[in-house]
């Protein structure tokens, strides 16, 4: 049983003694940027602590050198591309799809202080104060191809996260090789599906974490997750442009996705799942990528306006503080792309493009999104 009493403390977390643990490598606390009192006469978020005077968790884009230590206070760096910069250190995510444009090659995730790492079976994890960092990488030829390793992947991480003190599911991400690979309901994003459905077993609709499935064109079997956890629940959002995922029509597979189109991890924070070209439940602008870039950011603003809805702290415009991963099929079009993006966003708005493979085939990008950090 895993159990993360007091993670972040200079105690020892509270661990079991069958679970490894350590500290991050030079583990004094860091201090972290002034946090924002919750507004004035506005109640918090349903089941969500009022944040006080730190912030529990920041995000940003960087390119990491390769002879320094992680700070302290990382909970993962999700570096992108061949780079095999601090693959020694647990909370270090590689994810090969190439890094084609914007800014930065790595993604670091930042606790409030110190942070202790350690494994339970194939889960390796990485805790801050309020705050879990989760990561399983399964090969698909030990168990039986993708469908049977998502089911056992996502078994694993519900058995997990139902021992943990952050037993809040607020964000995934999903990468696996070939994902329109396969006809009709074999292909293997339907698969996928499959198996994360059977894996998270009964699931109330409101409580599905936001998330993004892409797919690399790396050749490995390797199925990769990794999530974000809390010990206080975020609040769901849909959006209002598009149906909601998992209540999709049956011609999208035998399993409906199995995930919200967004998370209010916080009152100042809003992590948008993987988003497209996509009204209703129909994909839109086959062949055109300026078209699906437009119609995607439509989908983001209408996100946006609905979080700022139920929580006014949220920022309402994208800026400074919105981080997007932008996943584009076609690599050659990705100066057409970072143009027309710079166009279509406010200065200040940070983007990473990534080589990808997106879950339907007629889809030329995909964006998820941090925003209001």
């Known amino acids: 049983m895993i159990s993360l009493k007091h993670a972040g403390s200079s105690a020892a977390a509270g661990l079991p003694a069958t679970a490894d643990r350590s500290p991050a490598s030079g583990s004094a606390s860091a201090a972290a ?66 890094a084609i444009g914007g800014c930065g090659v790595a993604e670091l995730w930042r606790a409030a202080g110190r942070v202790e790492t350690g494994r339970d079976g194939p889960i390796r994890f990485a805790a801050g104060a309020e705050h879990l960092v989760g990561i399983l990488e399964l090969d698909e030829r030990h ?80 199925l990769q997750i990794f999530w974000l956890a809390a010990r206080t629940p975020g609040a769901p959002l849909e959006n209002p442009r598009q149906t909601s995922a998992y209540h999709y029509p049956r011609q999208y597979g035998p399993a409906s996705p199995s995930f919200s189109r967004a998370m209010l991890v916080s009152q100042r924070l809003l992590m948008i799942s993987g988003t497209a070209s996509i ?31 139920v929580q006014p702290s949220i920022p309402a415009r994208w800026g400074e503080r919105s981080l997007l991963k932008v996943y584009l099929r076609d690599a050659a079009s990705a100066a057409r792309a970072e143009s027309h993006l710079a166009e279509r966003l406010p200065q200040g708005a940070r983007c990473m493009i990534l080589e990808a493979d997106i ?15």
Do not use: M
């Not at 884009?61 to 601090?86: C, E, N, Q, T």
């Open 33 to 98: 940027p002034p946090g924002q009192a919750a507004t004035p006469g506005r109640a918090a978020l349903p089941g969500q602590a009022a944040e006080s005077g730190q912030a529990a968790l920041s995000v940003h884009y960087a390119a990491l050198a390769p002879d320094l230590p992680l700070p302290p206070d990382v909970l993962a760096a999700v570096v992108f591309g061949d780079s095999r910069s601090h693959l020694s250190d647990p909370r270090c995510i590689r994810v090969r799809l190439p």
């Open 359 to 373: 879950c339907r085939s007629e889809l030329l990008v995909e964006i998820d999104c941090i925003h209001g950090l």
């Open 143 to 222: 168990h039986g191809g993708l469908a049977a390793a998502a089911e056992q992947a996502y078994s694993a991480v519900r058995r997990f996260q139902s021992q943990s003190e952050y037993p809040h599911l607020l964000r995934v991400w999903n990468y696996f090789d070939g994902i329109n690979r396969g006809w009709a309901d074999e292909e293997r994003y339907k698969q996928f599906c499959v198996g994360r459905a059977a894996g998270l077993g009964p699931h109330h609709t409101h409580r599905y974490p936001a998330a993004t499935a892409i797919g690399r064109r790396d050749g490995t079997p390797t």
């Open 279 to 309: 009204v209703g439940h129909a994909s839109r602008h086959a062949g055109s990528l300026l078209s699906q870039i437009d119609e995607t950011l439509a989908n983001l603003e209408s996100v946006l306006e609905r979080a700022t809805s």
